[in-house]
């Protein structure tokens, strides 16, 4: 399973920038194709970054082309400005490469959800997250490896006050008992994990404490 050839999604984000320094040191992986929306600004020997639009499949299909599909692409709310928006980001853009990838001949498939994610949810976030591990579920992967962490923290490039003021108030429910499957973790724990998926011969959900033994 040395020299093979990873292809990410969401590699400006996070989780998604520790992924790809972390599949640059790791020596079973030869080169790493990174399809983004704005540059991530790492450069390495080893990474070839092919800024896209996702809106246009046609334009990028014959990228996808590797071994193993890491999926870390997201946004928020926030930042997307409608539901609508912020769907086609964490589900549809998800989703299409997925179909691509594995059509294009991939066989693994490693995706970051959510803990509580359940495409029965009334929830939009968690529906969102359900729905898609379902979808992803129904491609002819040979394993699929689904993440589902709670609350994620590390260094991000832009300020986000809402989710340090959701660490703070989940660290303080986690100490009294409540939420602990929604138990923040850290990105350089999660992108380890992500990686040590990829080297199962299986496919599993992953629950958050789950995650944490998957990064051990």
Do not use: C
Request: proline share 3%; net charge positive; charged share 25%.
């Amino acid at each position: 399973m040395n020299n093979q050839k990873a292809i990410v999604i969401g590699s400006t984000g996070m989780v998604g920038k520790e992924l790809i320094k972390k599949l640059i040191e790791n020596e079973h992986y030869s080169e790493i194709i990174s399809l983004v929306r704005r540059p991530s600004g790492i450069t390495n020997p080893k990474l070839d970054e092919h800024v896209i639009d996702f809106d246009r499949p046609e334009t990028w299909k014959d990228l996808v082309k590797g071994d193993v599909l890491f999926s870390a692409l997201g946004t928020t709310i926030a930042k997307a400005k409608s539901k609508e928006e912020q769907f086609k980001v964490d589900f549809t853009y998800q989703y299409n490469v997925a179909k691509i990838a594995v059509e294009n001949g991939a066989t693994s498939y490693v995706l970051i959800s959510s803990a509580g994610a359940n495409p029965k949810s009334k929830a939009f976030y968690m529906n969102m997250k359900g729905k898609l591990d379902e979808a992803v579920q129904g491609l002819p992967f040979e394993y699929i490896n689904i993440l589902r962490p709670g609350q994620l923290y590390g260094k991000r490039t832009e300020k986000r006050l809402g989710e340090k003021v959701g660490l703070s108030v989940m660290y303080s429910l986690n100490k009294i008992g409540l939420f602990k499957r929604y138990k923040p973790i850290n990105d350089k724990k999660v992108a380890k994990a992500m990686i040590h998926a990829a080297r199962k011969t299986h496919s599993t959900i992953y629950t958050l404490d789950e995650v944490h033994e998957l990064a051990k």
